[in-house]
């Protein structure tokens, strides 16, 4: 009985995989008619090089791709390595979701809002542009999926102005705003400091999305997440592009950057074997140079007119995928 249930999921694992590889393909094509800017349920794929159609033996997700060693059969032209990555990404998170939610409402909720996550990614990654299409949607869509508590992650109902919801639905209200005050605030504060808007429209409209499906605890975690993935990237290119303007000024302010911060860890060090003195000093010298430093990068980008700066959407995606799939986790950081 065990082996047949076994075999049993191998084959629903497949079935599920072949779905979203498929999707997966489908959804390569949405995003890049959506930069063209042409209508994507009309019309046959075709190679953007020789304009011919492609047959559907040519279209197989991945499969086709190793045939025909990523290249158009009829000119040759190299097909880009994003079609099979995106299919395969697609099939395999699939799976993850329908094993760990099961055939439920909610799987199905989830895998509309990866559909529209992936597609986000796409676009935000190749021309740093989110699609409203993509964005907005799920703003509703989220706050639906938690006023139904369809999630079913409800402890209780709130009583707001006579009316009572589940508390999900409110903490999906203030995620919403919380996600889109958080980076119209930051943006705004980058206009004054730098000199350009810190992010984009679409990243403030897909944070109010993600607050609207996780709630305002999860969305916390999100902003964390997505800020720490955006560091990891970014700092290394940031500062190949300093190397490359030979600025060195930023260069070392940045160097000073670090050094502060392993000074904060010095600082923690002495306040555990009980010197506050010390340790308060410590502190307070590596937030002058901190701050110092933070000064003088902002100076030198606004100096040199560096437009560098990276999509956020792809951090906060991989932030939402993964407060989606270990909600229990993140949620166990807080007291209540
Ligand atoms: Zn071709």
Same mark, same amino acid.
Request: proline share 3%; glycine share 10%.
């Given at each position: 009985m065990e082996i047949l249930t076994l075999v049993q999921k191998i084959y629903l694992g497949f079935i599920v995989g072949f779905i979203g590889l498929a999707i997966g393909s489908f959804l390569n094509v949405v995003a890049l008619r959506l930069l063209a800017g042409k209508?994507?349920?009309k019309g046959r794929s075709k &190679?953007? +090089? $020789?304009?011919n159609l492609i047959a559907w033996y040519d279209n197989i997700p991945v499969l086709s791709y190793i045939l025909l060693r990523g290249? &158009?059969? +009829? $000119?040759?032209e190299k097909i880009s390595l994003q079609y099979p990555i995106v299919e395969l990404f697609t099939g395999a998170i699939f799976i993850a979701t329908v094993s760990m939610f099961g055939f439920t409402l909610k799987t199905l909720f989830f895998l509309v809002l990866i559909c529209n996550l992936i597609v986000i990614t796409i676009t935000d990654l190749k021309e740093k542009y989110i699609f409203d299409i993509n964005s907005i949607p799920l703003i509703p869509i989220g706050l639906a999926y938690n006023f139904f508590d369809i999630g079913n992650n409800s402890v209780g109902t709130l009583k707001v102005l006579g009316i009572t919801f589940n508390d999900v639905f409110i903490s999906a209200i203030i995620g919403a705003v919380l996600g889109v005050a958080f980076f119209e605030i930051l943006s705004r504060i980058g206009l004054l400091l730098?000199?350009?808007?810190?992010?984009?429209?679409g990243d403030s409209i897909l944070g109010a999305a993600l607050g609207a499906w996780f709630g305002w605890k999860l969305m916390i975690i999100i902003l964390i997440i997505s800020f720490l993935s955006q560091l990891v990237v970014g700092i290394p290119i940031i500062v190949y592009n300093m190397y490359k303007a030979k600025d060195h000024e930023s260069l070392w302010a940045m160097v000073t950057l670090f050094f502060a911060l392993g000074l904060t860890f010095l600082g923690r060090y002495f306040t555990y074997t009980g010197r506050p003195f010390i340790a308060l000093s410590i502190i307070f010298l590596s937030l002058a140079l901190a701050g110092g430093s933070i000064f003088v990068i902002l100076k030198r980008t606004r100096e040199r007119q560096s437009h560098t700066f990276l999509p956020f959407g792809p951090s906060l995606v991989i932030a939402g995928l993964l407060v989606m799939f270990f909600s229990e986790y993140f949620l166990s950081y807080f007291p209540y």
């Amino acid at each position: 009985m065990e082996i047949l249930t076994l075999v049993q999921k191998i084959y629903l694992g497949f079935i599920v995989g072949f779905i979203g590889l498929a999707i997966g393909s489908f959804l390569n094509v949405v995003a890049l008619r959506l930069l063209a800017g042409k209508d994507f349920v009309k019309g046959r794929s075709k &190679c953007p +090089k $020789c304009e011919n159609l492609i047959a559907w033996y040519d279209n197989i997700p991945v499969l086709s791709y190793i045939l025909l060693r990523g290249k &158009c059969r +009829k $000119c040759g032209e190299k097909i880009s390595l994003q079609y099979p990555i995106v299919e395969l990404f697609t099939g395999a998170i699939f799976i993850a979701t329908v094993s760990m939610f099961g055939f439920t409402l909610k799987t199905l909720f989830f895998l509309v809002l990866i559909c529209n996550l992936i597609v986000i990614t796409i676009t935000d990654l190749k021309e740093k542009y989110i699609f409203d299409i993509n964005s907005i949607p799920l703003i509703p869509i989220g706050l639906a999926y938690n006023f139904f508590d369809i999630g079913n992650n409800s402890v209780g109902t709130l009583k707001v102005l006579g009316i009572t919801f589940n508390d999900v639905f409110i903490s999906a209200i203030i995620g919403a705003v919380l996600g889109v005050a958080f980076f119209e605030i930051l943006s705004r504060i980058g206009l004054l400091l730098a000199g350009e808007y810190a992010f984009g429209a679409g990243d403030s409209i897909l944070g109010a999305a993600l607050g609207a499906w996780f709630g305002w605890k999860l969305m916390i975690i999100i902003l964390i997440i997505s800020f720490l993935s955006q560091l990891v990237v970014g700092i290394p290119i940031i500062v190949y592009n300093m190397y490359k303007a030979k600025d060195h000024e930023s260069l070392w302010a940045m160097v000073t950057l670090f050094f502060a911060l392993g000074l904060t860890f010095l600082g923690r060090y002495f306040t555990y074997t009980g010197r506050p003195f010390i340790a308060l000093s410590i502190i307070f010298l590596s937030l002058a140079l901190a701050g110092g430093s933070i000064f003088v990068i902002l100076k030198r980008t606004r100096e040199r007119q560096s437009h560098t700066f990276l999509p956020f959407g792809p951090s906060l995606v991989i932030a939402g995928l993964l407060v989606m799939f270990f909600s229990e986790y993140f949620l166990s950081y807080f007291p209540y």
